[in-house]
């Protein structure tokens, strides 16, 4: 298989069909109303009432364009089912069968492409969701994600008032290639805007964060994609981009956090700005994807206006108002009408009040000159991060030499001289991030564990999900003995990077110690999953 001709060539089919409903075969005189509700429920997600409906057609079928309209949405029902063997195979019947001059293109060309390219799948299952996984060492995030699916399914469920019925199929991506294929998304896309989780074809598909230099947030994703398959369920796929996205943020760590807050450090110095400038992102420049717009600062923004709509929705109308928005959006299809009838607002004066609502709040710029950059992706074949990539993000160039040289210093055991060196730089670039964590991380060799505090902890309080200052932190704090900070910090560095050794054998240091012998297991099945018997603390 070439992976990157195979996505050619698969885009090549979705760019040929604006949606596949609208490519199924001319339905038979005799039978419109079953295939026409059939595409209508597919299209409202409620898959269960298609399959049946499919499966009478195919009984049904005594002639042979009944079999390829039979086929073909069969095909389709077995692919948003996850079915992939019994989609290529239908899908392949139509191909063999067909006389279409338009043959192997369309939606049904993708569905044989995609099933018949789809990745080696290895499954961990639950009775509320089955996570697939290729990769031997993503069967980690497959473990670990279902804990993180479990307490989202109960928190985000109790928000939105909505449960599946059946198992959610979640895919964990192995490379690049066929997360974009499966997901039909372009790679610039993914690597510009840094959109790494999709919920599309009835199902969750995130990138493996093991192709990320440091991984991402890959938890908080898969919260924020399970929040988007509820709203689906919900509204029968009638909310618009930019309200999905903002309940899907305003959602996402509800699974860890009793208190939904959009308005991070992060998500407020980005809209500060915006307001500041007046250059908020157009609500129709949000469709038909956050992905697709120009740059990872854009698409940022995009979360950052949408979430806070959400949250200002909640904050004067209730999670009821939240429900019944859902409602009124599957009974209408029209979210302008839909808001009106919830608030009382013309869609107009809803936005209007939401502005006003931000301004209100005095938003400041929390993280001076922060840069938002879109994602780069490894392959297997190259070697992880070692750290001198972070110098490209300090901009003064003393700083810069200054750090490279801490950093030489420090791999030749002269702490003293590099803790030196950094704070020279940290003179030129005081609020650096890469510089004040390598600071703390000499500090802490050197066992000045209090000005190694010092050094790091007010940045975590802006860079709550950076896993460097994790990282340090929690060294920082098992050195200390305080092993309820330590276990929170490194436990928050495994929901970015979940194959760092060292976290996993650092927690379940904690856990034996404590008597947990439980997750003191768990961490110890999973360094040897990622080829690890025991590492230094």
Not at 289 to 309: H, I, K, P, V, W
């Amino acid at each position: 298989m070439k992976p990157l001709s195979i996505l050619v060539t698969a885009l090549a089919l979705l760019l040929s069909a604006a949606a596949h409903t609208a490519a199924l075969a001319e339905p038979a005189p005799e039978q419109p109303s079953l295939l026409q509700s059939a595409e209508d429920d597919i299209k409202r997600w409620k898959i269960s009432e298609a399959a049946r409906k499919a499966g009478d057609m195919l009984r049904a079928a005594d002639t042979e364009d009944k079999r390829l309209e039979a086929w073909y949405l069969n095909a389709i029902v077995e692919f948003y089912k996850g079915n992939y063997e019994k989609a290529g195979e239908y899908a392949g019947k139509v191909l063999e069968n067909s006389t279409d001059g338009d043959k192997g293109r369309g939606f049904i060309g993708f569905v044989a492409l995609a099933s018949g390219n789809r990745p080696d799948w290895k499954e961990v299952a639950s009775g509320n969701f089955v996570i697939r996984y290729a990769h031997p060492k993503d069967l980690v995030v497959a473990e670990l994600g279902m804990d993180v699916l479990e307490k989202s399914r109960y928190e985000i469920g109790l928000d939105l008032e909505t449960y599946p019925e059946g198992p959610v199929i979640i895919e964990i991506y192995p490379d690049l290639e066929s997360f974009t294929l499966a997901s039909t998304r372009p790679p610039e896309n993914v690597e510009t805007t840094g959109v790494v989780g999709i919920c599309k074809f009835n199902r969750i598909m995130i990138l493996s964060p093991r192709l990320l230099p440091k991984g991402y947030t890959w938890a908080d994703t898969l919260a924020h994609e399970y929040t988007h398959y509820l709203i689906f369920l919900k509204s029968e796929n009638t909310v618009p981009v930019w309200l999905h996205e903002g309940i899907a943020k305003f959602e996402e760590a509800r699974w860890r956090k009793e208190k939904r807050n959009v308005l991070t450090p992060f998500y407020e110095t980005i809209l500060a700005d915006a307001l500041e400038r007046d250059n908020l992102v157009p609500i129709e420049k949000m469709h038909p994807s956050l992905a697709m717009l120009d740059s990872a600062r854009e698409a940022q923004l995009a979360f950052a206006q949408a979430g806070t709509s959400v949250g200002f929705l909640v904050d004067k109308w209730g999670d009821d108002g939240l429900v019944a928005l859902l409602d009124s959006m599957r009974k209408r299809d029209d979210y302008e009408s839909a808001i009106e009838e919830v608030t009382g607002l013309p869609f107009g004066d809803f936005m209007t009040s939401w502005r006003a609502y931000l301004e209100d709040k005095n938003l400041r710029e929390m993280i001076p000159g922060m840069q938002v950059k879109g994602v780069k992706i490894i392959k297997d074949s190259e070697e992880g991060p070692d750290g001198s990539e972070d110098l490209v993000d300090i901009d003064d160039r003393k700083a810069r030499d200054h750090t490279r040289l801490g950093d030489l210093l420090g791999e030749r055991g002269r702490l003293k001289a590099a803790v030196y060196e950094y704070g020279k730089a940290l003179t030129f670039d005081p609020g650096s991030l890469v510089i004040s964590t390598r600071m703390a991380t000499a500090l802490s060799r050197r066992g000045e564990q209090d000005k190694a505090l010092a050094a790091v902890e007010p940045l975590s309080e802006l860079y709550p999900d950076e896993i460097d200052i994790n990282l340090v932190l929690g060294r920082i704090f098992l050195a200390k003995g305080n092993t309820a900070r330590a276990e929170e910090s490194f436990t928050a560095a495994l929901y970015v990077n979940p194959f760092d050794p060292h976290v996993h054998s650092a927690l379940k240091t904690i856990y034996e110690a404590e008597g947990r012998k439980e997750e003191a297991e768990k961490h110890g099945r999973m360094l040897k999953i990622l080829g690890y018997q025991e590492q230094e603390k």
